[in-house]
């Protein structure tokens, strides 16, 4: 019997995380905006980085010490395009949201704005601040490190996180272009999900310490945390498939989430002690804002850069394809989509929605509970 899936709206989904935020002690302002980042991905249909993700890569992560309520930003070092920021190992959404501010605030008077973080937490979607600058009538540029996932090009030791390079560009169409995606073959969020959904991967996505296949995503997931497995990096295992080239982009992101700001990297991002405890993960982004403005008038590359992806839609297509997408238009159609019918949620979904509700003494109740 196929698994039953119930709908919330988008707004009843926010705003049960934007309060339970604020009950585990984060400021309400800043609960808002966590909340606010992490529901853009279930609008957008990337379930990997929403709500699935909210009690074990948050609220559980507070409880057990290693991220912290209260955000400290810290500017420790500033130009008039540049500044390096530490985090202090607070909320990722706030630290993201204001270094991507203050990186289109030095693009809206120098033309172009950067901004490094250093001992920061997990930020969700690399899109929600690609899609700042781009509303903004920038282009927006951002990455992050991670835990250690990727294996480097004939390894099999997880070394590099998922390192996503992310780039959003404002066009003349209903949604901008959204280039979101991982420097891996795929991320881990998306191996959890599979987890939640009882689905086996297909082979090719992780390798065990001999190389071999794995498929299984929960002893994936394990085989990270003990580093018996590794994902392959973009391109695939090898150099055939040109494998090479995702795990060059993974260390591009990794130097630029360090290297800038004197941040953690590699192994020391494992979140874990040489005895054994648990410790902040210590990651590192970078945000670049370009001010269109400053190479030439926004409307005109808005209609250049739509004029650009309708070609590219409208050419020939494979045989069997009715259709070709560019870059941020799938995430456009599933959120039509998702405006109407709201968030799909899995039993293990609600399961921890219920739980992290029970556990704050949260006064909601879910539209599955009706």
């Known amino acids: 019997m196929a698994e039953k899936i119930y709908y919330e709206s988008f707004e009843r989904t926010e705003q049960f995380m934007a309060v339970a935020f604020a009950a585990i002690g984060v400021p309400e302002e800043e609960a808002k905006i966590c909340a606010a980042v992490l529901i853009e991905s279930d609008?957008?249909?990337?379930?990997?980085?929403?709500?699935?993700?909210?009690?074990?890569?948050?609220?559980?992560?507070?409880?057990?010490?290693?991220?912290?309520v209260n955000t400290r930003f810290e500017?420790?070092?500033?130009?008039?395009?540049?500044?390096?920021?530490d985090g202090h190992d607070g909320?990722?959404?706030?630290?993201?949201?204001?270094?991507?501010q203050m990186a289109i605030d030095k693009a809206k008077e120098y033309g172009m704005g950067m901004v490094a973080v250093r001992n920061s937490t997990h930020y969700g979607i690399a899109g929600y601040y690609a899609?700042?600058?781009?509303?903004?009538?920038?282009?927006?540029?951002?990455?992050?490190?991670?835990?250690?996932?990727?294996?480097?090009?004939?390894?099999?030791?997880?070394?590099?996180?998922?390192?996503?390079?992310?780039?959003?560009?404002?066009?003349?169409?209903d949604f901008p272009f959204v280039l979101d995606c991982a420097t891996s073959i795929t991320q881990r969020g998306k191996i959890e999900h599979y987890e939640r959904i009882g689905k086996e991967m297909p082979e090719?996505?992780?390798?065990?310490?001999?190389?071999?296949?794995?498929?299984?995503?929960?002893?994936?997931?394990?085989?990270?945390?003990?580093g018996t497995?590794?994902?392959?990096?973009?391109?695939?295992?090898?150099?055939?498939?040109?494998?090479?080239?995702?795990?060059?982009?993974?260390?591009?992101?990794?130097?630029?989430?360090?290297?800038?700001?004197?941040?953690?990297?590699?192994k020391t991002l494992s979140g874990i002690e040489k005895d054994g405890s648990k410790?902040?993960?210590?990651?590192?982004?970078?945000?670049?804002?370009?001010?269109?403005?400053?190479?030439?008038?926004?409307?005109?590359?808005?209609?250049?850069?739509?004029d650009i992806l309708r070609q590219l839609r409208a050419s020939k297509k494979a045989q069997g394809q009715s259709r070709i997408y560019t870059a941020g238009e799938k995430e456009y159609l599933a959120y039509l989509k998702r405006s109407e019918t709201g968030i799909p949620l899995n039993e293990q979904v609600?399961?921890?929605?219920?739980?992290?509700?029970d556990q704050l003494s949260v006064d909601f109740k879910f539209a599955w509970e009706k």
Not at 43 to 68: A, L, M, P, T, W
Not at 153 to 160: A, D, R, S
Not at 229 to 250: N, S
Request: glycine share 14%; charged share 20%.
């Open 91 to 100: 909320m990722g959404h706030v630290i993201g949201v204001r270094s991507m």
């Open 204 to 226: 090719g996505w992780v390798i065990d310490s001999n190389g071999d296949p794995v498929t299984d995503p929960g002893a994936a997931i394990k085989g990270f945390g003990s």
């Open 279 to 306: 410790q902040p993960y210590h990651l590192g982004h970078f945000f670049i804002a370009i001010d269109v403005n400053a190479f030439i008038d926004v409307e005109a590359f808005k209609k250049t850069t739509g």
């Open 229 to 266: 497995c590794a994902l392959a990096p973009l391109g695939g295992i090898g150099e055939d498939l040109a494998g090479f080239k995702g795990y060059g982009y993974a260390a591009v992101v990794e130097i630029l989430s360090a290297a800038l700001q004197a941040g953690s990297f590699l």
């Open 350 to 357: 609600r399961k921890s929605l219920s739980d992290v509700r």
């Open 75 to 85: 500017v420790v070092r500033e130009g008039k395009t540049t500044a390096v920021v």
């Open 43 to 68: 609008k957008r249909g990337i379930d990997s980085h929403g709500v699935g993700r909210f009690k074990h890569i948050y609220i559980d992560r507070i409880n057990e010490g290693i991220q912290h």
């Open 131 to 173: 899609l700042m600058a781009a509303k903004a009538g920038m282009i927006g540029i951002t990455g992050t490190n991670a835990r250690p996932s990727i294996a480097p090009t004939f390894g099999v030791e997880n070394m590099l996180g998922t390192n996503p390079l992310t780039f959003g560009m404002p066009t003349d169409e």
